[in-house]
C-alpha cells in the first residue's frame, strides 16, 4: 500500500492516514482513507528524485503556495488495488487562489486503452505557469 500512497517515494510517516469506514465502488467494496500529506516533506522527496524542479520554481516555497492539499482514496477489500481517488487543493500565490478538485475512478488493471489526442491538444502552446509567476514575482 505504500506505494499507493506514495508516488513521490516519500516515506508513509510523512501521510497522516485516517480510515474513513467502506463504500461500494463499481460493485467492488472498498476501505476509504483520508491523506493528509506533509507537503514540506513530499517537496523534500520531489527534489530530490528531480533536482530540475528547483530550478523551475526558484524560490517559491511551495509549502506556503499549497494552502491545501487533502487525498481520499478507496481501496479494494479483496486485492487492495486503489479504485478511486480524489484530491482537493487549494493554491494561492501572489493574491490568486485557486480552488481544484479532481476525481480519478480506476475500473480495470492491464488492459489495453486507446488514446486520442484532438487535433486541438497537439496544436496547443504549451503554458509554464512556473514562469509566469516567476515573471510576476519580479515585478514586484
Known amino acids: 500500500l505504500e506505494t ?3 508516488p513521490l517515494n516519500a516515506s508513509i510517516a510523512d501521510i497522516e492516514v485516517e480510515y474513513l469506514g467502506s463504500e461500494i ?3 467492488v ?3 476509504i482513507l483520508a491523506l493528509k500529506p506533509n507537503i514540506s516533506e513530499i517537496w523534500r522527496y520531489a527534489l530530490m528524485l528531480n533536482p530540475e ?3 523551475l520554481v526558484g524560490n517559491i516555497n511551495v509549502s506556503e503556495v499549497i494552502k491545501k492539499l487533502n487525498i481520499k482514496i478507496w481501496i479494494s477489500k479483496s486485492d487492495y488495488m486503489l479504485k478511486r481517488e480524489v484530491v482537493d487543493m487549494r493554491i494561492e ?3 490568486v487562489a485557486v480552488d481544484t478538485t479532481m476525481t480519478i475512478t480506476i475500473n480495470a488493471y492491464n488492459t489495453p486503452i486507446e488514446i486520442t489526442v484532438p487535433q486541438e491538444a497537439r496544436e496547443a502552446q504549451p503554458i509554464m505557469l512556473v514562469k509566469a509567476f516567476k515573471s510576476c514575482q519580479s515585478r514586484m
Open 4 to 6: 499507493a500512497f506514495t
Open 25 to 27: 465502488v463499481d460493485e
Open 53 to 55: 524542479l528547483a530550478q
Open 93 to 95: 500565490y501572489m493574491g
Open 29 to 31: 467494496d472498498c476501505h
